[in-house]
């Protein structure tokens, strides 16, 4: 009898990949050799029949706080950090498909030369066809962030889980950089993430997850694979949860 594999645990995910995930060591710019490998592990995934959704950020390139920190307009400066996402896309998309996947970036600017207006019918209609969808720009809107982009568009194609990939290995009870004594938590309610002001991710993006109980696997993304295990269900990262998730 053929031996069952072991089935994904999700079937739909949003990738939420911040700027500095795409920069590698030098934590601006975009490193190909770092990106290549993301596309490999995406590819990965996508192979066991996962459907992939990717949000990037910007940070790598520009951060609309620290533009207007420097005394230029907010609403600005936060343009030019969605237009950031942008070009992020454009090369994790061309890494993709070097590894011969079918990509389409959408953004939420309309840009219609370089990608795809965002649609939503439509982005789900790439995913359905097994094709890898890069949400850039964005919301679109002014003082949000990518991470409550990537809350906003798992609810709207309705995914299994958030992936929010970090530099750390999932959500701690302190700083691990100022405690060394910090504990990594393998689960944490939405709630106390919020109560206890948690640097998960911004307070916007949380509440969005936890309203649409979506929930959010924290993870170390310098580790390659990590991306399948978490897909997988292995116990890696921080599991950010409501009531529902048990
Ligand atoms: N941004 C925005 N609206 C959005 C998403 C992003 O104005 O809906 C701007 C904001 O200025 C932000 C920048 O784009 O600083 C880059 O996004 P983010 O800081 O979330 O990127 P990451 O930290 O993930 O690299």
Request: hydrophobic letters at 40%.
């Amino acid at each position: 009898m053929e031996e069952q594999r072991p089935q994904p645990r999700y079937r739909r995910v949003v990738l939420k990949l911040s700027g500095e995930a795409l920069a590698g060591e030098k934590g601006y710019g975009i490193d190909p050799l770092v990106v290549d490998s993301i596309a490999r592990q995406i590819h990965e995934v996508s192979d066991l029949g996962v459907q992939v959704a990717v949000v990037v950020g910007g940070g790598n390139i520009w951060r609309g706080l620290s533009g207007s920190s420097q005394g230029m307009d907010r609403a600005t400066a936060d343009y030019m950090g969605m237009l950031a996402t942008v070009i992020n896309a454009l090369a994790l998309m061309d890494a993709l498909e070097k590894h011969g996947m079918s990509v389409r970036v959408q953004t939420a600017i309309e840009m219609k030369e370089v990608a795809e207006p965002y649609i939503r019918r439509r982005a789900i209609a790439h995913l359905e066809k097994g094709r890898v969808v890069i949400f850039a720009a964005g919301t679109g809107n002014p003082y949000f962030s990518t991470d409550t982009t990537a809350a906003l568009r798992a609810a709207e194609i309705e995914a299994d889980v958030m992936l929010k990939a970090t530099k750390e290995a999932g959500v701690y009870d302190r700083d691990p950089r100022v405690y060394p004594d910090a504990r990594k938590l393998d689960e944490i309610r939405y709630l106390d993430v919020l109560k206890a002001n948690l640097k998960v991710m911004d307070a916007t993006a949380t509440s969005l997850c936890m309203d649409n109980e979506i929930p959010i696997v924290v993870f170390d993304m310098n580790v390659y694979g990590n991306i399948r295990k978490v897909i997988m269900g292995e116990p890696i990262g921080t599991f950010v949860r409501g009531d529902r998730h048990d």
